[in-house]
């Protein structure tokens, strides 16, 4: 099993429509895919089900984000049974080291959103655990046990779940931000990815993104420096790699230029690779040539805007190429009928940056 996290400190770069689609994607030419929605805002869980879904998710276990001790000893051996046969978020699995009481407990099943594809929602709550985080991260590096295990759930609950359901790859959607919750999904995973807007924002999106990493994985190799043998375990054996940046919402402009962009986006994105180049240190990238990195993944296959397809997509909870046999509301029938040639031509188009990360990936 391999974990990749998709992240961009500048939000609205369409992380989650990335997200979403390569997950469909990778699940569609054979790899067997876990999602976890870390992003306090919830964006690939409301992408993926529908608010009634995430309303019964989210009561169901509200006393356990609250005071989870309590809600346990207050309920019978049959009564948890029904709380954690039943779907949980992430937070709620979570909730055990965050209080300090044990590992999780339990494992509720995952949320099988296609073949070969399952999901674990996230909860606005996970700020809290991001609180916890925060509270105890001095005490990692003397070893404290509780410390430890709270900077390693993530990887550790990803883990379990990746064997339950035999994953190849778990991917983590994130929140754009560079807070802690972020610090330790990113050091935790194998790898990640940036999904850029061809604009000056994603630009120095990216210089953040170096500085902070550099600064964690050096925190993380004190980190295998100081921890006893037996605790090392609990880490990743090497520190995260960058697999490479998409170009995603780009305004097409066919023949323009060899991307096929309108001039303005085509000079931001042609900024990318050198952006990246000056502030992503070597330490950080897979073992992949340059050329290779300073690539789009996928080349053009996502590069150019959606539009509104996009939008129909999280309507109706599927994949862009599915939305046309979708059980779709009068409304929306005859806009999409008539374009159902466009919606569907961009399954091929995801297969192939679907193909290009596992081609990646495998380099890590």
């Not at 959103?113 to 399952?118: E, F, G, P, S």
């Not at 339950?164 to 790859?169: E, K, L, M, P, V």
């Not at 939008?311 to 929306?332: F, H, R």
């Amino acid at each position: 099993m391999k974990s990749m996290a998709v992240f961009n400190n500048k939000g609205g770069v369409g992380k989650t429509t990335l997200s979403f689609h390569m997950a469909h994607a990778l699940a569609e030419i054979g790899q067997k895919v876990l999602v976890i929605d870390l992003d306090p805002q919830c964006n690939f869980s409301i992408f993926s089900l529908t608010e009634e879904q995430i309303e019964e998710i989210w009561s169901a276990e509200e006393d356990f984000v609250d005071q989870y001790q309590v809600a346990v000893d207050s309920r019978t051996p049959a009564q948890m049974s029904k709380v954690t046969e039943s779907h949980r978020s992430i937070h709620f699995i979570m909730k055990p080291v965050e209080e300090g009481i044990s590992d999780p407990a339990y494992m509720p099943p995952s949320i099988r959103l296609a073949d070969n594809l399952n999901f674990i929602p996230g909860r606005l709550s996970l700020h809290m655990y991001e609180d916890r985080i925060s509270s105890r991260w001095a005490e990692v590096f003397v070893g404290d046990d509780l410390a430890i295990r709270t900077i390693t759930n993530i990887r550790s609950i990803a883990e379990r779940y990746a064997k339950n359901i035999g994953a190849d790859i778990v991917i983590y959607d994130t929140s754009p931000s560079l807070g802690m919750l972020n610090r330790v999904a990113l050091s935790m995973a194998d790898a990640f990815v940036v999904p850029c807007n061809p604009d000056l924002f994603s630009l120095y999106g990216i210089k953040n993104i170096g500085r902070s990493l550099d600064s964690w994985s050096k925190n993380f190799g004190i980190l295998r420096q100081v921890l006893p043998q037996s605790r090392r375990s609990l880490l990743p054996s090497s520190g995260v790699k960058f697999l490479g940046y998409s170009v995603y919402k780009a305004t097409r402009y066919a023949g323009q230029n060899e991307w096929n962009l309108a001039t303005g986006h085509y000079n931001y994105a042609k900024k990318i690779p050198r952006t990246i180049d000056d502030n992503i240190s070597s330490e950080l990238r897979a073992n992949l040539p340059s050329d290779t990195l300073n690539s789009p993944i996928g080349g053009e296959a996502v590069m150019h805007s959606h539009q509104t397809m996009a939008t129909m997509a999280q309507k109706y909870k599927a994949p862009i190429w599915s939305v046309p046999d979708c059980n779709l509301e009068a409304g929306d029938r005859s806009t999409i009928g008539g374009n159902a040639a466009r919606y569907r031509e961009t399954q091929a188009a995801y297969h192939a940056f679907a193909q290009d990360i596992l081609d990646r990936l495998a380099a890590v």
